[in-house]
């Protein structure tokens, strides 16, 4: 492996500091969690984020309404932990939805990226360090032989149903009930009254005419997938995807349903798109293609590519993505595309993973003893690597419509007793759990004495 970094991925110093409370920040082991009043000063900022803010957040599920709280504001963080304002700490199981796969503050990291902006924080023109991620992706997922660099998941799975468009000549694609793709109009569609019904918008200020193009089958439903390209033969471009769906929770394909996605694209003359924004290098180094050994025509690529900074990727077959411009008329173009702060974050992020494989496996068994507590409860818990969902429901979830049976006032409750316990959680039930490589054996012990005492 070219260009190996010196410091391990699990610096043991670093990761000392972290679980004992981090010195730098000051606090002891006895201010873990919610001993103290909340949010004294997370209620003040709240207050202010609301006038100027929608919400007072910047993004929506940060705002905790859908668990009847309000939010605390980050100070800092470092390891396996989150500190907020008010000095209060937490175990982060969010990781910032996916990237923190090392840990916050990985000190090689930000060395990497201190280095990086004493050299400016943006061009606006190529740098060596975007040929070397580019090179590097391809290494580690041969299915992207030609790529481009963009600065969200969302403008990733806009540009790539893009190029599906421009190479087919076709203008309809078929996505799942549950799987998200980002906020762009022709994404925010749901069922309506059947999966052969015209799209409706699930946004207010979508026109219905930029969703009905896109058609909506049932996740881990080969028979809706196959009622489709009957009903609109010759007339879809793509089938793009979460290969391991983590949007409705945790829900993982079926046996067969992406050999399956493969077959039919193949057979009907479309692309299969993989959106691998959160599987993605957290899986295995090649992601959920090389997970499940199914390659697309297309992915996309976001968290963990940038290290935790914006950065994101689309690309694959070279035959599609040459139709992108300059090379041919498909347009997609961006200012901060390539960032060099980003690109450096990432490099270094998949610098350690490569280094360290040993880390997949690692998180992996972390993860387990995670889910054998969750299974104590009686719940219904969906798992792949590091990455799982508690689903407050006795039935299996294996789709949308089945994880919407679960019992969101409990995990209401739920959050909220994590909380207390100094351990947070996404604050909703149709959101994954991640793992990091910063959490250590005993922290993992301590969550899954409070998932017991919690449900």
């Known amino acids: 492996m070219k260009n190996k970094p010196d410091s391990l991925f699990f610096n043991r110093q670093f990761c000392a500091e972290a679980q004992n409370g981090w010195d730098r920040s000051g606090l002891s082991v006895e201010r873990f969690g919610m001993e103290v009043e909340m949010n004294t000063k997370s209620d003040q900022l709240y207050e202010r984020a609301c006038k100027r803010m ?3 957040v910047n993004s929506p599920v940060r705002s905790f309404r859908s668990v009847g709280k309000t939010p605390f504001f980050v100070d800092k963080a470092a390891g396996a932990f989150l500190i907020d304002v008010d000095h209060n700490r937490y175990l982060d199981y969010v990781c ?3 990237p923190g796969i090392l840990g916050h503050a990985h000190p090689a990291i930000i060395e990497a990226v201190r280095r990086a902006c004493e050299k400016g924080l943006t061009f606006g023109a190529p740098t060596e360090k975007e040929v070397e991620l580019a090179e590097l992706v391809n290494e580690c997922v041969p299915s992207m032989e030609m790529m481009r660099l963009v600065s969200s998941g969302t403008e990733a799975c806009m540009s790539a149903i893009r190029a599906a468009r421009g190479f087919t000549g076709r203008d309809k694609i078929i996505k799942f009930e549950g799987c998200y793709h980002g906020h762009s109009d022709g994404l925010l569609v749901k069922a309506g009254s059947g999966l052969m019904t015209e799209a409706i918008p699930d946004s207010a200020g979508v026109p219905a005419g930029y969703a009905e193009n896109t058609l909506l089958a049932g996740y881990n439903d080969p028979d809706s997938v196959s009622r489709l390209f009957d009903a ?3 007339q879809i471009a793509c089938v793009i995807v979460e290969p391991v769906a983590a949007n409705m929770g945790v829900v993982p394909p079926a046996e067969g349903f ?3 996605l493969r077959e039919i694209t193949e057979k009907n003359g479309a692309l299969l798109i993989f959106d691998e924004v959160i599987t993605g290098f957290r899986l295995s180094p090649g992601g959920a293609q090389e997970y499940y050994g199914v390659r ?3 992915s996309t690529f976001g968290k963990i590519i940038g290290g935790g900074m914006p950065l994101a990727a689309y690309g694959g077959r070279k035959d599609v993505m040459s139709r992108i411009a300059p090379l041919g008329p498909v347009y997609q173009a961006g200012t901060l595309s390539g960032n060099p702060v980003a690109v450096t974050a990432g490099l270094e992020t998949l610098r350690q993973l490569i280094a360290h494989p040993e880390i997949y496996e690692e ?6 003893k995670l889910e054998e507590a969750f299974r104590e409860t009686g719940f219904t818990v969906n798992r792949v690597g590091s990455l799982l969902s508690c689903f407050f429901t006795k039935e299996p979830v294996t789709d949308y419509r089945s994880a919407l049976r679960s019992d969101t006032k409990a995990f209401a409750a739920y959050f909220a007793a994590m909380l207390e316990r100094g ?3 996404a604050p909703s039930q149709f959101e994954a759990l991640f793992v990091s490589a910063a959490h250590t054996d005993e922290m993992i012990e301590r969550t899954c004495r409070a998932i017991r005492e919690a449900v």
């Open 423 to 425: 351990i947070y959680v």
């Open 296 to 298: 697309p025509d297309l």
């Open 54 to 56: 929608p919400g007072g």
């Open 258 to 260: 992406l050999p399956f």
């Open 96 to 98: 910032s939805w996916g």
């Open 363 to 368: 998180i992996d068994r972390r993860a387990g």
């Open 232 to 234: 609109y033969r010759d």
